[in-house]
Structure formats: C-alpha cells, structure tokens
C-alpha cells in the first residue's frame, strides 16, 4: 500500500513541477525555475520507489493519466485554461483506460 503512496506523491510532485515549469516562464525566473526541477527530481525518485512491487506499465500509465488531469485542473485555477467538451470527453477516457488497466490487469512484477 506504501507504494501507492509514493505512486501519488510523484504524480504530484510531477503535475507541481510543470505548473512551476510554465511559471518560469522558460527558465527565465530564478525561483519557479528551481522548485520546478526539485519537483520532477522528486516525482522521479518517488516514481522509482513504487516500482519496486508496482509493474512499471500501471504506474507509468496511472502516472500519466492523473498528473494529465491534474495539470489541467492546475491550467484551470493558476492560468485560466478553461477545457472544451473535447478536452473533457478525452481526459475521461484516459482517466477510465487507466481505470480498467488498474482494476483488470494481471501484470505481475518479476
């Protein structure tokens, strides 16, 4: 279960490293520019702690899939992008690919 844990930190931190990435206006801000790259360092250390017993498939997919919902939610609130029924209709169907590979999958890890 821990490895879940890591699993949604590093979507986290991966979804906070990008918000900052568009704040530092291509690394052209010191501050953003900095936490931006401790973040994705973070994601990515946190990332390989849940493979450890996570198959690497499922965590990839689930760390994409949610970090691409949670970006949008973080477009919406810092920088007023606001999706389309198209941008809606498509993260549904991620978030519900990610959801059947998740609950039907057998992948084992070796």
Same mark, same amino acid.
């Given at each position: 279960m821990l490895n879940y844990v890591f699993l949604l930190l590093a979507i986290v931190m991966e979804a906070a490293g990008t918000t900052l990435l568009k704040m530092s206006e291509q690394?052209?801000?010191? &501050?953003p520019s900095v936490f931006? +790259?401790? !973040?994705? @360092? #973070?994601?990515?250390? +946190?990332?390989?702690? !849940? +493979?450890?017993t996570i198959p690497i498939g499922i965590a990839y997919a689930t760390w994409s899939a949610l970090g691409i919902a949670l970006i949008t939610v973080s477009g919406m609130f810092f920088f007023k992008q606001t999706p389309? @029924?198209?941008? @809606?209709i498509g993260l549904l169907l991620i978030i519900s690919g990610v #959801? &059947? +590979?998740n609950l039907f999958s057998k992948m084992d890890i070796h």
């Open positions: 690394f052209t801000k010191l &501050v931006s +790259l401790l !973040c994705y @360092i #973070a994601s990515l250390y +946190l990332l390989s702690l !849940c +493979l450890r389309d @029924i198209g941008a @809606i #959801a &059947v +590979l």
